[in-house]
């Protein structure tokens, strides 16, 4: 048998580490843009078709921008998990105490 080398682990551990804090990281930045967007557009917002000249209900509205932020507090929360295991992964490869 052979005798595995003990950098190995260890390198392949912080390179996958980085890769999902950068993933994390992305997926925080496209959270954030998306929000910018959303918030000032309100054509975003509200449901229906602008063009069309008629306003949907403010109840339809309503459950659509709710629908709309809950999805982007969803997307920044697993962003942010991601990003925070990553950087957890890569201590773990660099041989830190546990963050």
């Known amino acids: 048998m052979t005798e595995q080398n003990s950098a190995g682990p260890s ?10 804090f950068v993933v994390g990281v992305v997926l925080l930045a496209l ?9 000032h557009s ?4 509200t449901a ?3 063009t069309s000249g008629q306003a949907a209900s403010l109840k339809h509205s309503l459950a659509a921008a709710g629908v709309k932020v ?3 507090f969803v997307m ?3 962003a942010s998990l991601l990003s925070s295991r990553g950087i957890q992964l ?3 490869g660099r041989g830190a105490a546990r963050l």
């Open 31 to 39: 959270t954030f843009f998306l929000s910018y967007r959303l918030f």
């Open 11 to 20: 390198r392949a551990a912080k390179i996958v580490g980085l890769a999902i």
């Open 48 to 50: 229906g078709d602008p």
């Open 70 to 72: 809950a999805m982007l």
């Open 90 to 92: 890569y201590a773990a």
């Open 42 to 45: 309100p054509n975003l917002i």
């Open 76 to 78: 920044a929360y697993v």
